[in-house]
Every structure is written in C-alpha cells, then in structure tokens.
C-alpha cells in the first residue's frame, strides 16, 4: 500500500474521509481496512458493515475480504448495497413501520403502475415526472404533508396529491417501493430511541464506498447508525458525482467537514489504472469545475499513446469506422475483444454501433440498457408464473390481477389491501375470506374470486395441493404454460392496447421466453415451480453478476462507473450530446427548467471525466458533423470538453467517406488498416 492508503486503512481516531481519486485503489482501502478491524483490532464481524451502491461492488468486496481474513473471524460480517441493508432492518423492525414481517417490495414498474392508476393516464412522460418527483421527495425525506407545502409548479402540484394516495395504496398493500427501503429505517432510527440504540450498538464501525453518491436519506442513515461515536469510514471523489438526476448530492462530502468538524480528511492520489497521458487530460477538463477538495491525479505508468480525435461526416459512419478500428487494433495489439469498450452518453447510440458490430461480426456485450426481464410483456407473464409457485407474492398478484384488465380497479385492491393486512394475510388468501364481503360489492368481488380459482387450477395442474406443494403435476410445464397464455389471451391483449408493430415485437418476446422456458423444462425435467425458482434465480444473476465475455462492451457513461479497459472510443463528443444540454427546458418540465445551465454543465463534465479515465493504455474520440433527429440532419459541433482536455492543437482526422461502404469495399479498408505497421 502507498502512505496514503496505509495511513487511511489504520486511522481509527474517529471519522475519516477518503477522497479517492479514478483508479486510486478505494476497494483496496475499504478491504484491507475490513480485514484490520477484524484481524488487528479485535472487532467482531457482526459489528462491522460496509455499504456500497451495487450488488457487483459487494460481491468483489466480499471476494477480497475471504482472502485477507480467516472465516471465523469474518463471520457475521455485513457488506451490502444501502438497499440490502434496509430490507434486512424492516424485516426486523417491521412493526414500527406499520408493517408484516412479510411485507412486499415494489419494483421501479409495480410503483409506476399504480401511479398509472392513479393518475388514471398512459402519457409515459408524465407518469415518469410524477414518479420521479415522488422519489426525488422520498429520497429528500419529505413527507405528502410536505410535499403539498413546497410543491412550486402545476406538475409538482399534481405530484404531490399523487403521492398522498400512493402512499396510502402502499400502505394498504403492505408494500415498500425501493425509495422506502432507505426512507423508512431512516426515520424509524430517528423516531424510536431504543430502536437506535440497538443498532448503533450492533454497528459499531461502519465503512460507505461512493460517498458522494449518496442522497439526503442515505447521508442521514450513516449519521443514525453510527451515532455520537462516529466511528466510519466514508470514501469517495467529488469529480465523480453523476447522479445528480437520482437525488444523489455531493454536498453530503462537504456536509461531512461541518457535522464532523473533527473528521481526518485522507486524499488517494496515485492512480493505478491510466498513462500519465490520459489523467492529465482528465484534470484538465475537471479543473474547470468549481472544487470542494483540491487533488490531481498522477500515474508512474508512463507516458502512453497520444489520444486520438476524429471527425466524422454522419453517425453511420462514426458506427462503422469505430468497428473497423477495433477489429484492426485487436489484431494489431494482439488483444482481445474484452481489451476494447465503447463508451457514449445516451441510450439511443447504441443501435447503430450494435449494427456497425453485427456487420463485421465483432462479438460485443451491451449495459446501461433494459435487461430481456425488465421488459414489460415478460414481467407480465412471469408475473402469472410467480403467483402460480408463491400465492403469498403480493407485488405478482397485483400485476397478474390487473394485466390484462379483468374488472378489478385500484378501490378494489386497496380494499382488500387493508383488510388482507388487517387479517395478516396475503391478497390471494384474503379472497375468499367472509369478512371481506363487507367491505366490496358483490360486483368487486366477483373478478377477484374468478382470478384467484383460475389461478388455483393452474395450481393444482403443476401439483399444488391444499397450498402444499406435492409430486403428482397432471401436466406438463410447457402444455401448462400454452394453455394460460391462451386463457388469459394474452397475444389479443398486446394488440388491443398497442400499434401493431410494437403488439408483434412483444409477443415475438414473449415466444422467445416460453420456447426457452419448455427447452429448459423439457432438458432439465423440470416441474413449473423448479422453473419458476430457475428464473428468479437467473433474473437475479443477470440483473448483478455481470460475468466477463471475450467482447467488446457498448455502454453509456453512466453504467461504465467503477470499470476500466485497456482501450476506450468515447462515440459523440459533440455539443448538444456530451456535453447533453437537454431538451427538458424546452418541453416546460420544471424539475430541469429549475436547474441552471451551468450545474448541468458541471454535472456532464463530471460524466466526461469519468469516461477519460476509465481508459488504461490508449483514448479515442469520436464527433460528427451531422447528426440525424426526429428525421433531419443536424449540424453539430466538436464538444467543448475537448478543448478543455488540452486536445484543440491535436491534429483532427477526417474520416472523409461520404456513404456507407459495401462489404466488399469494408473489408479492403480493414486489410489496409491490418497492413499498417504496429504502434
């Protein structure tokens, strides 16, 4: 370890603040600091957490930790995302949240389908706006009350008289949606005095990785948990803080020098990762933002490559030549695919780099895009299979009810919400309760009860009996599977509420699940409920562990976060698209017609910064000069971040090539560029 790594691991004189520069070695720090508390300091692993934002950060955490600490010592050991730890803490403390022990946890989609209901809208935009304002409060800790208060605009207004009923909807389901995992326990530890005390006992050091990530909730967990003690260790950089849009506020690093006035500031400024090249183009642009903590990162592993800019005519052709260059430097360099990373700022350049790579049959991995299981024509359907293997899955019988529309509206379901929690009960076996006659009309009742036997009979087809689960299924998983798509009619469904471009691509999705779904029953010999356990399992892998195919990854900015290549292409570094200069203003959305021009310049120069250094060996980017919107060529211009980089003396090349090539013609071009000599 460098001095100011070691000094930061054995500083233990009360809280710390590691200001860790890209490619510093923060997960080290945090590691070998879990591994000193353990080994060095007589600390019991049940009093130690470390909190990170992704599942990915606290499995390489917990991997690291196994090799530095014997299994004893590290048992009870807790390194876990802030969203981990919350549903841990209201399993155990449940009633203080007015809650079951069993509560249900609403995905980003389940809470935006009842603010659909609310709202009584399809318009995604504003559903998204009062969905997004609703979570910017909750992760603020402002309550409805509060909300309707400080509500400002006509959108903000709306908002707020939403989030009165959501809330209330969420408390009759007995559910939490993903803000309240943190805004929950936040206020219960600040309520509930022996609530406190127990934990802050239980915690008693506490260590947070990617600091200035955190939002106003997060910042006041870490202050309850670690309590008058303030025994922690808090990393993070300044000149990474992207999330701004999600609540997150990197005045919590600053916050942390005037709650804690005594706190042990420890800068990282050796950088492990990138030539000196590439890190002193990354100060140069992130020097132009205003500084809470002054640092500059240095490399000693060389000077490296000069950085490359080039000019294109039209985004086709930026797609193209990029593929090319990557397909000829892996030859050149001897590399693989996995070496090479693709790097832009918003979803929509990806399709035409996939093409560019599908064309010359580069393999590539794509993230920062919408997983095959979080599209909603599978989540629909997986939602029958969830209630089918689990009839205490709330969140699955609510969406399973409603999609497609079978009668039952949102009075009804909060009805029978209150009184299923009243009965601490699951909605499925509060159905048929008597008692829940004198709170629906016969005519709510009845679709309920209709849904519910036909769910029973799907049930009893995959062997379920009585509510036990029992060997003998009378039919298959996949003839099972055939027969409620066709009762449900589904396929009808999609075409009645969609064009029918989109209608054919989700059904086109929806084939594609069941047909994998009966191969993998058919080869595994699976029952229904095997397979469903199956898919939760692989939803769950493939939304966190990301494992590492030899391809090239195409990803935005924003998920590239925390990971490094040998070599990056930064794809549309021009006005207007990096920096992203929104178009929000424009369409009167007040969130962002609030928000100046020069913090979002500041926020996106972060997001370049980021970009630059996660590049090891050697940096390319990419600009064009048209670019296609909304059916019309747009002029565009170089970004002013490569200006800032000290890059406006570097010789620009001009990809003068004014139309797509043939593949005969692309594969000359790629053998002249293989002829070139190496380096």
Request: net charge neutral.
């Amino acid at each position: 370890m460098n001095p100011a790594q070691a000094e930061a691991m054995l500083y233990l004189d009360g809280p710390c603040l590691v200001l860790a520069g890209a490619g510093s070695g923060k997960t080290r720090v945090i590691t070998q600091k879990i591994a000193y508390l353990l080994r060095d300091c007589g600390y019991m692993g049940r009093n130690v957490v470390a909190l990170t934002f992704t599942n990915k950060a606290a499995r390489e955490m917990n991997e690291r930790v196994k090799t530095l600490v014997d299994r004893k010592l590290a048992k009870g050991l807790t390194i876990s995302t802030f969203h981990a730890l919350g549903v841990r803490f209201l399993r155990e403390e449940a009633r203080h949240a007015n809650l079951k022990a069993q509560f249900s946890i609403l995905d980003s989609d389940d809470a935006l389908g009842i603010v659909q209901e609310l709202l009584a809208s399809t318009d995604k935009g504003r559903l998204r706006n009062v969905q997004q304002t609703i979570s910017l409060w909750k992760n603020g800790l402002i309550d409805p009350d509060e909300a309707a208060r400080i509500a400002a605009t006509p959108g903000e207004t709306e908002a707020a008289t939403v989030y009165r009923s959501y809330a209330a909807t969420l408390q009759a389901y007995q559910a939490v949606d993903f803000d309240d995992l943190i805004r929950l326990p936040a206020q219960i530890l600040a309520s509930n005095e022996e609530v406190r005390t127990r934990w802050q006992n239980r915690v008693r050091y506490l260590l947070v990785d990617e600091y200035q990530d955190t939002n106003v909730c997060q910042y006041r967990l870490v202050q309850l948990l670690t309590g008058p003690r303030a025994m922690f260790t808090a990393v993070g950089d300044d000149d990474q803080a992207i999330y701004a849009w999600r609540g997150a506020t990197m005045e919590n690093l600053a916050r942390l020098t005037t709650d804690y006035p005594s706190i042990k500031l420890i800068k990282l400024e050796q950088n492990y990762r990138s030539v000196q090249r590439i890190l002193a183009a990354a100060n140069q642009v992130i020097e132009r933002n205003p500084k809470l903590f002054e640092k500059k990162l240095w490399s000693d592993l060389g000077v490296g490559e000069p950085i490359v800019v080039t000019a294109m005519d039209s985004e086709e052709l930026e797609a193209e030549s990029l593929a090319m260059k990557v397909s000829a430097a892996r030859v050149e360099r001897r590399a693989e695919w996995r070496d090479f990373a693709i790097l832009y700022r918003s979803n929509h350049q990806a399709r035409i780099l996939e093409q560019a790579m599908r064309n010359l049959k580069i393999p590539y991995a794509i993230s920062g895009g919408q997983s095959f299981f979080d599209k909603a024509e599978i989540r629909d359907v997986l939602s029958y299979l969830r209630i089918v293997a689990n009839d205490s899955d709330d969140p699955a019988f609510i969406r399973a009810a409603t999609t497609p529309k079978r009668g039952i509206g949102q009075a009804t379901l909060q009805a029978l919400g209150t009184y299923a929690a009243e009965r601490e009960l699951p909605l499925f076996g509060a159905v048929f309760e008597t008692g829940l006659e004198s709170r629906l009309t016969p005519r709510q009742i009845e679709p309920l009860r209709t849904f519910v036997e036909f769910i029973q009979r799907i049930q009893w087809r995959a062997g379920r009996r009585d509510g036990r689960l029992e060997s003998g299924a009378t039919d298959s998983a996949g003839q099972i599977l055939d027969d409620m798509l066709g009762a449900i009619q589904y396929e009808r469904y999609l075409y009645d509420t969609l064009e029918e471009r989109p209608a054919q691509t989700r059904w086109q999705n929806v084939l594609e699940l069941t047909g994998w779904l009966k191969r993998k029953a058919d080869e595994d010999g699976m029952t229904l409920f095997e397979l469903v356990q199956h898919i939760a399992l692989v939803t769950m892998l493939e939304r966190g562990e990301e494992d590492n195919p030899d391809a090239v990854k195409l990803s935005t900015l924003h998920a590239s976060k925390g990971l490094e290549y040998p070599h990056v292409y930064l794809a549309g570094v021009e006005e207007g698209l990096l920096p992203h200069l929104g178009k929000d203003e424009e369409e009167g959305d007040p969130a962002r017609a609030a928000e100046s021009l020069a913090t979002r310049i500041e926020e996106e120069r972060r997001l370049m910064y980021v970009g630059i250094t996660r590049a090891q060996r050697t940096l390319h980017l990419s600009w064009c000069k048209k670019r296609r919107r909304a059916r019309e060529d747009l002029v565009r211009e170089p970004s002013r971040f490569i200006e800032e980089m000290g890059l406006s003396q570097v010789k620009v090349t001009e990809e003068d090539t004014h139309r797509a090539m043939s593949p005969k013609e692309r594969l000359a071009m790629l053998k002249s560029m293989l002829s070139k000599p190496a380096g």
